[in-house]
């Protein structure tokens, strides 16, 4: 056999590692998605209309197509669709794994015309891909070859769901496009689209069929309501604006519109999207493993009475890219806008929900941006708006400009319940304990998270959002926890945060003793990284597990804490370390997501070149097979 001095193998193995690192680094190359199951290369599927596949329809003055039926998508073929898609009620929507859907915008661009896919109330879909066959919905400009640029954003409108779920929608409220009527109270119409019966959310109304057939939605929410399974589906490049050419009235990445908990959403992604990645407007649906890349807003948006749960969600922000904002907030956590008071739909003695989400062992890691782009304070780790509450214990945040920011605008009014009041200890206010009244006593519960680099600073700047001053935190001083303060616009009867202000050493204390630490930097944890000049790969690569798991206990600054699990309710996995990621094992981002960067979510070894957290004999073999080696 041939000989090598171990010196000289263990510096081709660097050599190879550096090699199978950078093609690692490569952003989705997918032209052969789905073979592992049978399909064929991408490159070689047929080209199908999806609008032939459903019933033209007409409205808001639009042409658009409803499926009217049961309709079976296969991998043989790539879907394009240049209209708003709607799955109608009681019909299935059939997607097979490794199966290519395209968006097509119109050129020149109008809002009006920009399609999206949308299930009604009442619609199902089944998109079971799998780790080794993505089901991909993107632009019609993707040639999914790695090549296309991540500063594409808003190429088509995206995915929306709507169902039957909770949410808080009063008659008072003209939310988004716009309420159904002053009486339908729990019914609304989506955001960013035009106003139609294909386009309502929620439960109160009667709906009347392109048939003429009437259907009647139920009258009270079905928290368990069920539009279907999505896992393993990547979206990618949406969020473009529908309906009006207005800021604010564009789609999301996933839009999910009084979803219940009966739906099945896992390991599914969204990249690259135009507005925020996954955003819910109240409902129930609970996520797990799921991942949202370079977006160009919040990484998870909840509002209007979300209450679902959250486990082992990942998040990574774009940079000063090109066609590309600063991106916002980690989660951006809201409840209703305009009222703290209101009741379920055709019961006047329940009191409507809170958003009271459960949230538990994600990582986010943002961009070092200080500087707000929308309506709020941020970029926080945790944006805690109006009268939200929830859990959120076992997180790790990387990079935010603070930690935890919460609102204190109606702190001074009579009801209360901003997202300070339900989180703070004081007790000196009435209003804090007091029945019935808005704010809710410990309804917002952040511990035992940990905040890593998330105290940045800067020099004052200007807000492109209402012309308003945004004051940083000032230089030289650590704020993990900030209080905002916001102005209320009574034209649009919207509140604008224009500031943030230091958090009260009782503020502090608190923050401490919940278990909540901050370093400056984690070991196995680097948030730098740097794209090549065609923004299609990394040529600095970022690293989100730590080296060792972070332990649920904590004796950082303050007292020793008692570590905190999930509720043992058979969905939560009951796990002993923080964040997404367990650092004994693979990370489960290794396999079926979009952008095959995972290698660099683990140990950064340069001979370790399975990653898996030690160099042995299986990475040797690794080793031999990339060069040819063999023993004779």
Known sequence: MKKKTLSSIVATAVVAAMSISTVFAQLGNDLNNGTACGCPAVGSRTIVDLATLGTPIVQGGQNQIEIQHNVHLTCDNIYTFSKKIFVGYHDTLTIDPGTVLKGVNPVPYDPNQSPCLLIERGGYIKAEGTADCKIIMTGSNDPLDGTYSMTNVGDWGGFVICGVASNNLLS????????????????????????SLKTMWGAGDTITLANGQAVNIPTHFNDNDNSGIMTFVSV?????????NTAGNELNGISLYSVG???????????AAADD??????GTVDMRHENVMFGDDDFYDFDLGYSGRMQFNFGIAGDTLTGLHSTDNGYECDT???????????DSTTFKPWSLPQ????????????RPTADNTGPAAIQAKEITGGTFINNVFVNFRSGLHVAQARSNSTNHGDAYDNWTNDKTDVYLVKNGGAARYHSLVVKNNTFVHCNLTGTPQAVPYGGATYNPL???????ITKGVMTHNPGSGNWTYVDATPASAADTLQFCQDGNTHPQALTGIDYTWSWNTGHTALTDKYHAVPSSNIPLTSTYGCNTTTALYPPADGWFERVSYRGAFDATKDSWLANGYAIPVASSLRSDNPTDLNNDGITNIDDFSIFIGKFGQKDQ
């Not at 990618?236 to 009006?244: C, E, N, V």
């Not at 990645?277 to 109240?282: D, L, S």
């Open 336 to 346: 209703d806008d305009q009222s703290a008071a209101g009741y379920f739909p055709g």
């Open 236 to 244: 990618r490049h949406a969020g473009a604006l529908i309906g009006t």
């Open 474 to 480: 000032p230089n030289g001083i650590s704020y993990w």
């Open 261 to 271: 908990r009966g739906t099945k959403i896992e390991n599914c992604e969204t990249i």
């Open 172 to 195: 008072a409220y003209n939310y988004g496009s716009g309420k159904k009527g002053s009486k339908w109270n729990g019914v609304g119409y989506i955001e960013g689209a035009d106003n």
């Open 359 to 370: 949230i538990y062992n994600n990582t986010l890691i943002s961009n070092g941006h200080i």
């Open 277 to 282: 990645n996954f955003e819910f407007f109240g």
